[in-house]
């Protein structure tokens, strides 16, 4: 009987704890979400002096987790040294895109967080703050790169850096090679990963099959580069006929890897590819390029000892001697809609963008109008950035939506696999067989949405 | 305090009041008890279960707040598009591994029956595997079969020339096969404890009586082992069909489902958070679940009035 007692007091306690470990919490939310509604108001309010301006946390999303302890703390400090009543608390997700489009789902998404890209352009409403017209940016910002995330004509993602897209390559390797010139065709840059294979011991060009995301990278080159076409991706293909078929860009980009891989100018093994290893590889010469956005230019210089042999060009192709490169805007810097702390989360992102030096410093290219060039774009001199310009009214999100209906699903690295599975032999379709395919899809995709088809 | 409330009641009166309030007790322990579980049930296993099924019926890319109902056309679509239903094809390298597996594991199983040296520590290196996470797994096969890597320089090291040796994970031949022994490497162990749990119950009488009948080892197998242990055999090989059909782990954190290794889950995975095609993946999802129950209502079919 005594022994019963105290086994049901137990599980009442037991239970009890649950409970009241539930309402406690609760509790505690909802007097902090008070204060931070009285910061919010005072902070509009704009009588008080700066220090006191803003007071409570700010968590920040970010998929820098490689500069979490280094760069992102001395910004930190910099910040709460001028807002003495803040802390600024970085959540640094692996997998951004996977976990913060999961996280969505809920209203904890932080405060300040880079806009996955997954979002479609017709729902940034929904989770993000506005935080401005392009007018009223583009007094002070680069306008195409304000173009990045907007819905009819608000900006909800202010970009962290902008990049560019081309070929990362290593110096010496290409001057061993023979190699005088950058390539400005598909057939040079074929010449030249055959020359690189020839005369030296470095894999002339390293796919980078098994992380997947890095295939992507071929898929900007499509855009910008090889049509010198800022209308292409967003309001162009979606309306095209056939816009695989052979002379196409992204004909060309796919055949190029296509080519590269089929005459064994890759690494032997492209399934058991190591991204980290990569980087290394390619800053100690044993790789000859690869085919990556600018961002990845400081992380391949500081993989290694030889940071100096890492040079940047362009895509290799050019219309009638012009060459072009897509460029386009890093991930940006969003609010949460749900966020409590919108002002203090809008200071945060302007000490970022405007006066942390962050773009720069990562060798990318700042979207502040009076910011020169980065040091590592210098061969870029020559070359017109092209930067999409954002759908019009009436093709906003179509793309996203006819990409992935159509499953030729254009961002994803999953028709970029099969692409080089097909070029290794290891299928029996051809080069034409995908991309007739892919016409097909695209077709069926656009019959599916209603699009008019040209 | 209790002593100044009873000495008001009958005798009768109190074993009632005893017996009452311990009934009562029970229900409220019972209830307390099931309480946490069966929260913890509904709120992870059967809710999203029901969305699971009702995003089926959908057009929905995952974040969206507008949802199509596009009735059953997702179920259309996984039946009649061989991308999605020519997966399972893949299963078939892991249900012929698992059955290898089977067999590996009643062998080894019965010779560590009898009597070995250190039979323990032999039982203990093979279950080892088991009990390694899958993601370290992964990643330590994808060494193994690296070109240069583990099995490459045991294989050179034995003679034969590098030249003749394939690409375990690049040849599509060789993919699957590759996977399905990790699989195999895996998960035999705990077979094996299995059968050597099945095996320890067979009474060691018979296996002296047949000695001295003359029955040499293979026969005391055939003949008193398999007979005793043929229940758990078959459970095993069922639980097979089902890990077969189910594969993830492997091909997901070593190749993530490329080059020809894609399973039905890896596929599905890929429609929902790559696509974003959250309802073709759920109507995928659920045709797996209707799968498992088939084979689980063959299995219960089949062991029906057998236990005990």
Known sequence: MGRKLVSVLLTAAMTTALFSGCTTDKETAVTKSEDEQTATSDSSGEVKSKTSEF??????????????DTKFADYKKEFEARYPDVTIKFEAITDYEGDVAIRMGTKDYGDVLMLPGSVPSNEFADYFEPLGSVEELSNKYKEEFLNAKISQGQVYGLPSCANAQGVVYNKRIFKEAGITQTPKTPEEFLNALQKIKDNTDAIPYYTNYAAGWTLTAWEDHAWGSVTGDANYHNNVIIHEKDPFREGTSHYTVYKLLYDIVSKGLCEKDPVTTDWEQSKVMLNNGEIGCMMLGSWSISQMKGAGSNGDDIGYMPFPTNINGVQYATAGADYCFGINVNSQQKALARAWIDFMVDESGFALSEGSISILKNDPLPETLKDFSEVTFIVDEPATAQNEGLFDELSNTSEVSLNTDVEKKRIVEAAMGNTNESFDDIMNDWNEKWATGQKELGLEVE | ???????????????????????????????????????LLIVFTYMPFTDMVRYSFFKWNGTSKTMKCIGVKNYIEVFTRPEYFGVLKTSLYYLVGSFVQIGLALYFATILNFKVRFSN????????????????????????????????????????AEEKIPLWLNNRSLINVSLAFVSVWRYMGQNMVMFSGAMASVNSDLYEASELD????????????????????????????????????????????????????????????????VGLASAMGVVLLIFILIITLIQKKFFEGKEA
């Open chain 2, 1 to 39: 305090m209790d002593d100044v409330t009873d000495s008001k009641l009958t005798f009768h009166e109190m074993g009632k009041k005893r017996f009452s309030s311990r009934k009562v007790q029970k229900n409220v322990v019972i209830i307390l008890f099931l309480f946490a579980p069966l929260l």
């Open chain 2, 214 to 277: 003359g029955a040499n080892r293979w026969q005391q197998f055939r003949y008193i082992i398999l007979p005793n242990i043929k229940l758990v055999v078959s459970l095993n090989m069922i639980l097979a069909v089902k890990g077969a059909i189910s594969v993830f782990e492997i091909p997901y954190i070593m190749t993530n489902g490329g080059n020809g290794s894609a399973t039905f889950v890896t596929k599905t995975l890929e429609t929902a958070f790559t696509m974003k095609k």
């Open chain 1, 55 to 68: 007071s409570g946390d700010l968590t920040v999303l970010t998929h820098r987790t490689d500069l979490i």
């Open chain 2, 121 to 160: 520590f032999f039982k203990g290196a093979i279950f080892f595997p088991y009990l390694i996470n899958g993601v370290a797994i992964g990643f330590v096969f994808l060494y193994f079969f690296k070109s240069g890597g583990t099995l490459n320089s045991i294989l050179t090291a034995f003679g034969v």
